[in-house]
């Protein structure tokens, strides 16, 4: 099991190669399909893929320039499964990926999930750090999901090999999670018995920052930046790149709502077109991550 970051451009061409050269048909998750119900609230299956970063990192890529629905679900570097909720409630996904042993720490268990709901519409949910492994898999939660047709597409960050993982969906107020430890001193007990706690959203992320000019900014070597989060998030960090060369780092604590940043330049910069890049995670094995694109004037 292998995993590497590509340039982008070799990213994308590589990825494009992946998703148009196979002639095979894409490997279905075992079973295929799963329903999903109040009498019935849990379904399970698990899937192989290989090669499936390439087709990834061509997925976040478009995601990122807004155009996600043009990247396929590549043969054999994509699986599939169709999932029928009978009872619109409260809908629980979640999707491992092995450890990986590499120098990086583990980096390989990451997944990118894209689902489509009922009416067509999609979604990306992503982790760019550790947080997708069989003993803490990444968890996606929808409240009170439209009962109807979903695809759940997977992908995941190994290229060579074929790659197995593992997958749920569950309906209602079932736990998918482990049971909670108990509080440690000055952290606040878990709920209890019948307080009824509201699970929590799928999380985004999304980033507002001016370009200006590149002078003034050479001036403070500081680009100021506003993360906005959909819920309360342990950490978030922000990357300033030019090309793929960072040129520019910032990072927050803990905070939900929005919150400004500071991301302190390693170099001078020059007028064009550079990439903001914003990750967030709750510390809980969901993330976020959002890219959008920053022009400098001279």
Not at 1 to 22: C, D, E, K, Q, Y
Not at 89 to 97: C, S, V
Not at 152 to 158: K, L, M, S
Request: glycine share 10%; proline share 7%; charged share 20%.
């Amino acid at each position: 099991m292998n995993h590497l970051a590509l340039p982008r451009t070799r990213g994308i061409l590589l990825a494009a190669g992946v998703v148009l050269s196979g002639a095979t048909a894409a490997v279905a998750a075992t079973p295929e399909n799963g329903t999903v119900s109040k009498a019935s609230p849990k379904v399970t299956w698990t899937g192989q893929v290989s090669n499936s970063y390439f087709n990834r990192v061509a997925l976040l890529l478009a995601d990122a320039a807004g155009q996600s629905d043009t990247v396929p679900c590549g043969p054999q570097t994509c699986d599939t499964f169709k999932l029928t909720v009978a009872d619109q409630d409260d809908l629980t996904i979640t999707a491992d990926a092995p450890e990986s042993t590499s120098s990086t720490g583990g980096a390989g268990s990451q997944v990118t999930l894209r689902i489509t709901k009922p009416d067509g519409s999609k979604e990306l949910h992503t982790t760019d750090t550790p947080g997708a492994s069989p003993e803490k898999p990444f968890i996606v939660k929808f409240k009170k999901a439209p009962a109807g047709e979903w695809a759940i597409e997977y992908y995941n960050y190994f290229y060579g090999g074929a790659i197995d993982y593992n997958a749920s969906a569950t309906l209602g107020a079932a736990s998918t999670a482990p049971a909670p430890a108990s509080p440690k001193p000055g952290e606040a007990p878990p709920p209890t018995p019948g307080s009824n706690p509201q699970p929590q959203d799928g999380l985004s992320v999304d980033v507002k920052a001016s370009g200006g000019s590149a002078k003034k900014l050479n001036k403070s070597r500081k680009l100021g930046a506003t993360i906005t989060v959909s819920r309360a998030v342990k950490n978030a960090t922000a990357i300033l790149k030019s090309g793929k060369k960072v040129v520019g780092k910032g990072k927050l604590g803990a905070f939900s709502g929005s919150k400004k940043v500071t991301l302190k330049l390693s170099k001078k910069l020059k007028a064009g077109k550079y990439s903001l890049v914003v990750s967030a995670s709750d510390g809980a094995g969901s993330s976020a991550t959002k890219t959008v694109a920053l022009k400098l004037k001279k």
